[in-house]
């Protein structure tokens, strides 16, 4: 079974990177070369048309016509506008290859399990459709991956400096990861919560020095555009907010139905109601050690479902609760229905991402839409996955596992 997989993996990764060679100036990377560049050019890149930028080099713009990304994640992308575009692109490759691979590794490692079932897990991991999809648009996500795993391991260990500082660059440069101060606020990490405040208001502090207040603020700008309803109404999109108002929409059409204070309400209450689920499921056992970093792993699910945005790549962060199942089942501690919500989630978005490739981002049809909306699917199936893991009764794992 380790050797089919690998070989799945190899073919996997032989068609993927002879696509990529067609991928160097087109989204999402060609939007974060020409953010970046428009940095270097003392251009805001939240205020004026990246195509301006981009035009010369012939990066794909549209529809995204400016920076949707934080100011602090800009900074970080400019000295690679230093490179030409191709060379650019596939040193960002490269950078995200490296953090998977160690991201991987540093959730296995110390885990107890078996070389074989390690290497198992680790071609699963290369072949989660959203790992794909994430290297075919060239995004970022995967260095927030890198970064949660680096705060479980250093708060394992009692780095709570480190994995305060960590969390606080990984908020400054996606926003989402925030959310799980929410994690450390109940489970009491004062430590952790105060070094994050740190490092927030440090690089923070340095954005503004280096880009001035007004162009720090001008992401504002970007952040509405995104959260326009032309991206909120495509099926890619699975955030919470998102699906909600696309049932709000399929039900009363765009132009119909009631006011649009009505479609936000029901995405509050929406977005309420999730959080307040897993705050129950967290202080549950609030007292209690985080075996297997359950609670952990369903805070990650809910920062990515509250995100204003998150398209399919997002979902490589899934990995992170994925592996806890996996090694949980391995020491014979697992909830059976958590790990196979897990499975059929894992399942779904390889039916939703093949789906559309057939039917294109823009599905008609009742059947073409159901298919694109396994995407959302998939990630309330691994919410679900999630929150069984979290809210299992720890007294019959650790018995579990004892036998």
């Known amino acids: 079974m380790v050797v089919i997989l690998w070989l799945g993996v190899i073919v996997h ?31 805001d890149p939240y205020t004026t048309d990246l195509d301006r930028v981009g035009r010369g080099l012939q990066l794909e713009i549209d529809p ?33 290859f490296a953090a998977l691979v160690s991201s991987l590794i540093l959730l296995l490692r110390g885990s107890g399990v078996d070389f074989c079932t390690a290497l198992a897990l680790i071609a699963l991991g290369l072949l989660y459709p959203p790992v794909g999809e994430h290297f075919f648009y060239g995004q970022n996500k995967i260095f927030v991956l890198l970064a949660l795993v680096l705060v479980m391991r250093w708060m394992a260990h009692g780095h709570d400096a480190a994995a305060g500082l960590i969390l606080g660059i990984a908020a400054l440069m996606r926003g989402f990861p925030l959310l799980m101060i929410g994690y450390l606020v109940l489970r009491r990490r004062w430590r952790v919560i105060a070094y994050t405040v740190a490092g927030m208001a440090i690089g923070g502090l340095l954005t503004v020095a280096i880009l001035g207040l007004q162009q720090t ?30 049932l709000y929409w399929y039900a009363f059409g765009a132009h119909g139905g009631f006011s649009n204070a009505v479609r936000l309400i029901l995405v509050a209450a929406a977005e309420i109601g999730l959080l307040a689920v897993t705050v129950k499921a967290t202080l549950k056992y609030r007292d209690a050690i985080d075996m297997d970093w359950r609670a952990f792993s369903l805070w990650v699910v809910t920062a990515v479902m509250l995100s204003p945005t998150a398209w399919v790549h997002y979902l490589v962060l899934m990995l992170i609760p994925f592996a806890q199942m996996a090694i949980a089942a391995d020491r014979g501690r697992a909830n059976h229905r958590a790990i196979w919500m897990a499975v059929a989630s894992f399942l779904l978005i390889s039916l939703s991402t093949s789906g559309r490739t057939a039917f294109g981002p823009h599905p008609r049809g009742g059947l073409p839409i159901m298919i694109a909306e396994c995407s959302f699917g998939s990630l309330m199936m691994a919410y679900l996955s999630a929150y069984w893991f979290a809210s299992d009764d720890l007294m019959n794992a650790v018995d579990c596992g004892a036998q």
């Open 64 to 96: 995204i016509h400016f920076a949707t990304d934080p100011p602090t994640f800009l900074l970080c992308m400019e000295p690679l506008t230093l490179l030409p575009v191709r060379q650019a692109f596939w040193l960002w490759t490269a950078l995200n």
């Open 217 to 246: 603020l001008s992401f504002s700008n970007g952040l509405r555009f995104v959260t326009k309803p032309r991206f909120l109404a495509l099926p890619i999109n699975v955030s919470l907010g998102a699906f909600v108002s696309r």
């Open 13 to 43: 990764s032989l068609m993927l990177l002879h696509q990529l060679h067609s991928r160097v100036n087109q989204f999402d990377f060609s939007i974060y070369y020409a953010s970046g560049l428009a940095l270097r050019e003392h251009i």
